[in-house]
């Protein structure tokens, strides 16, 4: 059975930094790539980054340069450093195994004054 388990968000003023968790289980960590995706109100769920099992990332427009993707093999995580919140980032992240319909059940992440 496939469990991913995120943690870490929260609320945070704009222009601060949050990292997110995933913990995973159930899969063979270290051979799939691993993606954060979001989704904010009313919108399209969208992909944020993702990593591969050879460590390459992919980033979407608008968080390049802000969010780091990084995973730690020996712990079966993977992490979204996010730094320069703006409000524009609220939204409940998900990570997810890439390419499977594995999915965590998603953190809060509220950027607000």
């Known amino acids: 059975q496939v469990q991913l388990v995120e943690s870490g968000g929260g609320l945070v003023q704009p222009g601060g930094s949050l990292r997110l968790s995933c913990a995973a289980s159930g899969i063979i960590f270290s051979l799939n790539a691993m993606a954060w995706y979001r989704q904010a109100p009313g919108k399209q769920r969208e992909l944020v980054a993702l990593i591969n099992s050879g460590l390459s990332t992919n980033y979407a427009d608008s968080v390049k340069g802000r969010f780091t993707i990084s995973r730690d093999n020996a712990k079966n995580t993977v992490y979204l450093q996010m730094s320069s919140l703006s409000p524009e980032d609220t939204a409940v992240y998900y990570c997810?195994?890439?390419?499977?319909?594995?999915w965590g059940q998603g953190t809060q992440v509220t950027v607000s004054s």
């Open positions: 997810r195994v890439a390419g499977h319909n594995y």
